[in-house]
């Protein structure tokens, strides 16, 4: 994921550095191995700070899905796999950008969304219900290009539709993730979308030298 120049403790509010720090704590430690006091000592501020911000811990998980959403979004955006001409080539330059961002620490490529939204899907629906919409408006920014490269490979009744493979792609991603924590490797995520990217090739019936 976007690695933000973390601020120091002399620059910005303290709500932005709860919010900055609640993006990478968590991520490391998870939301209920994430203590008030944690993020506190990370972002430098007071308890009394933390609650002048945020009425409890879950206000600020609410708070940091949707300051996660707003900082990915313009990345996303920006990203170079909007470059080629080609629809689906754009996609699987989606998939193959997403596989290089697997780098440094596990937490640091993971993401903050799917991990709070695995946490407490059950236990704070306010949460989950914020990490659904920055989950799935993520997977909308896909559409087009999957249904272009629909009308361009003439692909029209096959059971699927542009709307389910942009969340599949999610599923992969987040799966991916899963099973890097799990066995403690990032190649496991990697290989997740090398599978991702030869079932949309299978999909459009394109080889697999096509260059993405």
């Known amino acids: 994921m976007p690695r933000p120049t973390k601020q120091s403790p002399e620059r910005g509010d303290a709500r932005a550095r709860l919010l900055e720090a609640a993006r990478d704590v968590i991520r490391a430690k998870g939301f209920a191995g994430t203590s008030v006091d944690d993020l506190c000592r990370a972002a430098d501020v007071t308890k009394g700070a933390f609650f002048h911000h945020f009425a409890s811990k879950e206000a600020l998980g609410v708070a940091a899905a949707e300051f996660w959403t707003q900082e990915v979004t313009p990345f996303f955006a920006a990203a170079p796999y909007h470059q080629p001409a080609d ?63 629909r009308r361009d490979h003439g692909i029209t009744t096959s059971g699927w539709s542009a709307q389910s ?22 190649d496991l995520a990697r290989e997740s979308l ?11 019936h394109v080889a697999e030298e096509r260059a993405a």
Do not use: W
């Open 87 to 149: 629809a689906l080539d754009r996609v699987l330059a989606y998939v193959a950008f997403r596989k290089a961002m697997i780098a440094g620490d596990l937490y640091e490529f993971t993401c903050l969304v799917g991990t709070l939204a695995q946490e407490v899907h059950a236990s704070a629906p306010d949460i989950r219900d914020a990490c659904g919409r920055s989950i799935f408006g993520h997977a909308a920014t896909l559409e087009a290009d999957i249904e272009q490269a």
């Open 194 to 204: 090398d599978h991702l990217d030869r079932y949309i090739r299978h999909l459009f």
């Open 165 to 186: 493979l942009a969340r599949h792609t999610q599923a992969v991603l987040q799966g991916g993730f899963v099973l890097a924590k799990a066995g403690n490797d990032p």
